[in-house]
């Protein structure tokens, strides 16, 4: 049986709209987030992905293509440079980052279907204040 990637969560920390998200993962093609510790499970989460909360809501994700540590002894966990859009999912806010399993990730929207066409991470995470979604 083969394991799927495991994934990770993280506050998209200083982005304004998911635009501007978007824009910063394709300025470059060198794209990392850094962290103080390697994750124990590092090796399980190379083809997996960093899912981006914004706005209390699980919003996109950015493939893990590897980790390398740098020379101050911090981590940075290498990204590919896109940012594929999901089914917005609320989830709270955290510091530093947190596994995702599979099972629990959001799907990516379908072929055709843009940000505008689904419901704002604010009122995803109002729903589920209320347990509606």
Not at 105 to 118: K, N
Not at 120 to 125: H, I
Request: glycine share 8%; net charge neutral.
């Amino acid at each position: 049986m083969q394991c799927m990637p495991l994934s990770m969560t993280k506050v998209a920390f200083g982005a304004k709209s998911i635009d501007d998200l978007r824009q910063r993962l394709e300025a470059r093609p060198d794209i990392f987030a850094s962290t103080r510790y390697l994750p124990k499970r590092h090796q399980e989460m190379v083809g997996g992905s960093l899912y981006w909360i914004f706005e209390h809501a699980l919003i996109g994700r950015t493939p893990i293509t590897g980790f390398a540590q740098r020379d101050d002894g911090r981590w940075n966990i290498h990204l590919e440079s896109r940012l594929i859009l999901v089914e917005p999912r609320a989830k709270r806010a955290h510091q530093g980052w947190r596994y995702l399993d599979e099972q629990d990730a959001p799907p990516d929207l379908a072929d055709g279907v843009v940000e505008g066409d689904v419901m704002p991470g604010r009122l995803v995470r109002e729903l589920a204040k209320l347990g509606l979604v």
